[in-house]
């Protein structure tokens, strides 16, 4: 019985088809005539969507890549302006009749718990003399107090027996630098000075040791109690746990 409804029915399709197509032809009926683009159009738009989507996340791709590659550019134009910084200080050394006499590696801290020394890997075989000043690319370290042949014992700014004669650079207010085993004491300030939070100190070769205008360190903390002078805090520019490498100055005073 299924079959028979089947062949009647696939029967009736295949005339019914005949008929349209013949009259078709003779032109006896008419259809509606619709654009195939205005069928597409719906898939069409949906295919515009997707690309805007993919064309979007390209563009941003491209901005992201290109942002990360600007701010390269700035990490290296601040490396060389950081370099710049570099060279015109070392000018200014050789103008302030400085010069390097060698460059020595920190080796060891001091054998004394209750000293702040270093020592380095050149001595008087080196040319290294007692009392002369150390230095690093981030300012004073301090300075040297023993030599052997080939190593030397360095005296930090942090030590309490180390002392230099500095000048803060703001305003030209001199007064004297102490260690206090951590940090640094600004010693002889009175206090009517103007002092602040904030500024720098360079050495001021008033002591015949240390060559003017070598950077020594950034006021941190002030306090105007009874008497006649500031107690003020120094912060050294290093720290004695990141000195790696320094360098022997020698003066031709």
Not at 13 to 27: G, R, T
Not at 94 to 110: D, P, W, Y
Not at 212 to 225: A, H, M, S, Y
């Amino acid at each position: 019985m299924f079959k028979k409804t089947t062949i009647i029915v696939s029967f009736l399709i295949v005339l019914l088809s005949f008929i349209f197509i013949s009259c078709q032809v003779k032109n006896l009926i008419s259809f509606p005539k619709f654009s195939i683009l205005f069928l597409l159009y719906p898939i069409e738009s949906v295919k515009s969507f997707i690309s805007d989507i993919f064309t979007v996340k390209e563009e941003n791709q491209k901005l992201k890549e290109e942002l990360y590659q600007l701010k390269l550019q700035q990490k290296s134009i601040e490396s060389l302006l950081e370099e710049n910084i570099r060279l015109r200080a070392l000018l200014q050394l050789k103008e302030n009749k400085k010069e390097i006499l060698t460059i020595a590696k920190v080796i060891s801290k001091g054998f004394n718990s209750f000293s702040k020394t270093i020592w380095i890997d050149k001595g008087s075989a080196h040319g290294v003399k007692v009392n002369m000043p150390v230095i690093n690319l981030e300012g004073l370290v301090g300075k040297v107090i023993y030599t052997s042949s080939n190593s030397s014992e360095v005296l930090l700014i942090t030590d309490p027996n180390f002392s230099v004669s500095v000048r803060v650079e703001r305003n030209q207010v001199e007064g004297v630098l102490s260690g206090d085993g951590n940090f640094c004491i600004l010693k002889y300030i009175p206090k009517d000075e103007d002092i602040k939070v904030g500024d720098r100190l360079i050495t001021s070769g008033l002591d015949g040791v240390f060559p003017e205008g070598i950077k020594v360190g950034v006021i941190t903390n002030i306090e105007r109690k009874k008497g006649f002078f500031q107690n003020i805090e120094v912060t050294p520019f290093q720290s004695d746990s990141k000195i790696k490498e320094v360098a022997i100055v020698k003066t031709s005073q």
